[in-house]
């Protein structure tokens, strides 16, 4: 891409202004190109601008997945780079609402909520705690409530999410599974509950394959009969070559 050419010379600015005019013109609309318009301006050290471009499209009607990767792409931008975890959370939530229920969109936004739950703990944490301790996110990582409201949440995505890809036989659906047992084990679920998980993962995975090996046609053999018509007629075709 043209812009991309610009910025490799040196000329950001033209890289930014190409891809502007895009995003007005013919390109209106596109996830791809507001995105990597956002990841110049974020390299420009544009951090809030990236995230307007992004967000102004956010409220557009488009694919699921182009909405999943628009709304991952945004939240990371607002968590790690603008250290805004509020509306990060609040992207994902609505995110999951608006119809993102792939395992990409899942797993990135179990993972945030993990992250924010020990952020959240470790602050609480911090008087009695973490001024005598250097392991910090280690101490975080314990204690979180299994029915604590971000927990709840997620599992109810997963459990949704599984639930749908199941009923339409979708590939997807043994990678919710094992993404779900991931995320129980980083939460320190129970052990009964983890094990559950895994027996329901490694279940699912057997009837895939136990229904796969079904599904194939053994070849069709010829009968004793059927072996000799075909003799015959073949016979009768090189008697006919010969005459």
């Known amino acids: 891409m043209w812009a991309s050419l610009e910025e490799e010379c040196g000329y950001q600015e033209k890289a930014r202004d190409i891809l502007k005019r895009q995003t007005k013109g013919y390109a209106q609309g596109s996830v791809e190109i507001?995105?990597?318009l956002a990841a110049i301006n974020l390299r420009a050290g544009q951090a809030?601008?990236?995230?307007?471009?992004?967000?102004?499209?956010?409220g557009?009607?488009?694919?699921p997945s182009a909405k999943s990767f628009l709304v991952r792409w945004l939240a990371s931008v607002y968590d790690v780079v603008l250290g805004s975890q509020s509306a990060a959370q609040k992207l994902y939530r609505n995110g999951w609402d608006a119809g993102c229920h792939d395992a990409a969109y899942i797993s990135a936004a179990a993972d945030f909520e993990l992250r924010q739950l020990r952020r959240n703990l470790c602050a609480s944490r911090k008087q009695e705690e973490?001024?005598?301790?250097?392991g910090c996110p280690k101490l975080s990582s314990q204690g979180?409530?299994?029915?604590?409201?971000?927990?709840?949440?997620?599992?109810s995505m997963f459990q949704a999410a599984i639930f749908k890809s199941r009923a339409s036989k979708s590939t997807e659906c043994a990678l919710l599974l094992r993404l779900y047992v991931d995320f129980l084990v980083a939460l320190?679920?129970?052990i009964a509950a983890v094990r559950k998980a895994e027996a329901e993962a490694l279940d699912?995975?057997?009837?895939s394959v136990q229904l796969g090996a079904a599904g194939k046609k053994r070849p069709r053999q010829c009968s004793g009969t059927e072996e000799n018509s075909q003799k015959k007629t073949m016979a009768k075709n090189d008697l006919c070559e010969c005459n």
């Open 130 to 134: 973490c001024a005598e301790h250097t």
């Open 204 to 207: 699912y995975s057997v009837q």
């Open 144 to 155: 979180i409530p299994m029915d604590h409201d971000a927990v709840t949440q997620v599992q």
């Open 188 to 190: 320190g679920a129970p």
């Open 60 to 63: 557009e009607r488009m694919e």
């Open 48 to 58: 809030e601008e990236a995230a307007a471009g992004l967000q102004s499209l956010v």
């Open 34 to 36: 507001a995105v990597l």
